[in-house]
């Protein structure tokens, strides 16, 4: 690299080229994401309140997708799909890599979130079950009004941890040919030989994201925060030590 | 205080066992409308366990249990139905922590009464006056005292329009000096004629409050009577020597 290196970053194409990586990178993460949400509350829902078999069968999910190293699951998925849409000569199985990749990553991090979403349902007092039953709440409604909003509340610390994981995992993708930002820089680099400043480049990206992710989900933790519940906590236990 | 012939509550014979244990050993008695009946008793004696039961929170292995004309025990008997009929206020308040004093007696109205949002607000308003607490409407639980927290859980279940209310050592997780607002809130409604179930500690109140006394130990009924009898002529040696040591503990505080 050299101060002559530097005039890359003038040149507005390499610019538009990061930019589309960036976006492809952001819309897998928050597709992603929130398949992962909805899966892994219905998983942690399961393991902590379904019949014996469904609690299981939710934890040998969990423990399964865990397992699976996510290029293994990308790769598995991809080729298996087009396999079973070639043999059924089923059309609508030709799905477009960047949903194969949503499939992949989803299942995964649903098996991660679930576990953030148990631990947040474990944290609420059983005793405001109790009550809810007291006063004639079914099982459903007792989840939906009582469980659901705390624990979604309780989850959000956790959550942010997960999506700057993820964030950076999405560079994966380049396995099954969905060109992201990683991926965007390494064509980039092809072209120009400027690995170094090309990487900080999109390091500097991905910090960005993570701040701003994270920064969005502070946001949201005050934003539903409960006093006793929530945040404040921090003034709390700073008063303490 | 006014008592009448109707009878709210009958149990008849309900037993109850964890494991080994044999927690409720054949209870039965009835509650009349209008009526507050105090369950006095030592701890692990199985009076949550029965208080449980009357709501089916707890199934009970065996006995009936009947709630005006209808059997709460029976396995055709919409239990949900049942409990809104039934205020059940628990030791440690039990508020939704995510919810305000408010939004606390108001999800009742709107999700298992289905109230429109404006008849559930003036009823909850309604029934947080009724203990003193419109002005805290909307504090979240973590934002007010014991006994504030206690008050806001009875007018949470008084909002119900319940036919029975059940108290499970209601004054048992606040200081000393909180009970006095609490228990002031129970005998009020004792006094409107509100039907009554309350396991306490309290002996001065339920003395002076209540109609019956039950005393329990080991998960059997010892004596019952009305205060007077029980408490200053009791026939039981175990009911002497409960009262005396409970007297002991509390001091002179309670008559
Ligand atoms: N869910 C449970 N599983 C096993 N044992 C239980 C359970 N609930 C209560 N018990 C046992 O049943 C006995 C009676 O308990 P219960 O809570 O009904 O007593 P209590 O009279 O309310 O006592 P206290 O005054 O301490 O509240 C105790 O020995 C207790 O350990
Ligand atoms: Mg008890």
């Known amino acids: ?241 | 205080m006014a008592v009448s012939s109707k009878t709210i509550v009958r149990v008849e014979d309900l037993h109850k066992r964890y494991g080994a244990e044999e927690v409720l050993k054949g209870v039965s008695f009835t509650v009349r409308q209008g009526e507050a009946l105090a369950i006095i008793g030592p701890s692990g004696t199985g009076k949550s366990t029965l208080l449980r039961c009357i709501n089916r929170l707890t199934e009970p292995d065996r006995g009936r249990i009947w709630l005006e004309d209808i059997e709460i025990t029976s396995p055709h008997t919409d239990i949900n139905k049942i409990r809104q009929q039934i205020g059940f206020v628990f030791q440690d308040f039990n508020l939704f922590a995510h919810l305000t004093a408010l939004d606390n007696v108001r999800l009742g109205l709107l999700k298992v009464k289905k109230l429109s949002k404006k008849e559930a607000t003036e009823r909850a308003m309604h029934e947080l006056a009724r203990v003193g607490l419109a002005d805290q409407a909307h504090k979240y639980p973590a934002q007010l005292s014991g006994g504030q927290q206690q008050r806001v859980s009875i007018a949470r279940a008084l909002a119900m329009d319940p036919k029975l209310m059940l108290f499970d050592e209601p004054t048992s997780a606040l200081d000393p000096e909180l009970i006095g607002e609490v228990l002031q809130v129970m005998q009020q409604l004792a006094e409107e004629g509100m039907t009554m179930i309350v396991v306490t500690h309290e002996m001065g109140f339920a003395r002076s409050v209540c109609d019956e006394v039950i005393f329990m130990e080991k998960g059997v009924i010892v004596e019952q009577g009305p205060p007077e009898q029980v408490f200053l002529h009791p026939q039981q040696p175990r009911t002497q020597q409960f009262l005396s040591k409970i007297s002991e503990l509390y001091g002179g505080t309670n008559l």
């Not at chain 1, 469904?54 to 991809?78: D, H, K, Q, T, W």
């Not at chain 1, 459903?140 to 999506?163: C, D, F, H, K």
């Not at chain 1, 005050?222 to 006093?227: A, H, K």
């Open chain 1, 1 to 241: 690299m050299s101060i002559e290196s530097l005039k890359l970053l003038g040149d507005w194409d390499i610019w538009k080229q990061l930019l589309e990586g960036m976006l492809v990178t952001v819309e897998l993460t928050v597709s992603l994401l929130g398949v992962g949400l909805v899966l892994g509350v219905i998983v942690a829902l399961g393991q902590v309140y379904g019949p014996r078999p469904i609690a299981m069968l939710m934890s040998a999910y969990e423990r399964f997708f865990r397992a699976m190293p996510i290029l293994v699951l990308l790769i598995v998925l991809n080729y298996g799909i087009a396999f079973a849409a070639d043999i059924y000569n089923v059309s609508w199985l030709r799905l477009p890599t960047f949903a194969v990749a949503v499939m992949a990553f989803g299942l995964h991090s649903s098996a991660y979130q679930s576990q953030i979403f148990r631990g947040a349902i474990l944290a609420i007092k059983p005793g405001q079950l109790l009550a809810a039953r007291a006063l004639g709440m079914t099982r459903l409604q007792t989840m939906r009004y009582i469980v659901l909003p705390q624990a979604l509340r309780l989850a959000i610390p956790g959550w942010s941890n997960e999506y700057s994981g993820v964030l950076k995992d999405t560079s994966f993708v380049f396995a099954i040919g969905v060109t992201e930002l990683t991926r965007k820089g390494w064509q980039i680099i092809q072209n120009t030989r400027e690995v170094f400043l090309v990487f900080i480049v999109i390091a500097l990206i991905y910090l960005l994201l993570t701040y701003l992710g994270t920064w969005l989900l502070e946001l949201a933790e005050r934003f539903w925060g409960v006093p006793g519940l929530t945040g404040q906590r921090r003034e709390e236990h700073g008063r303490v030590i």
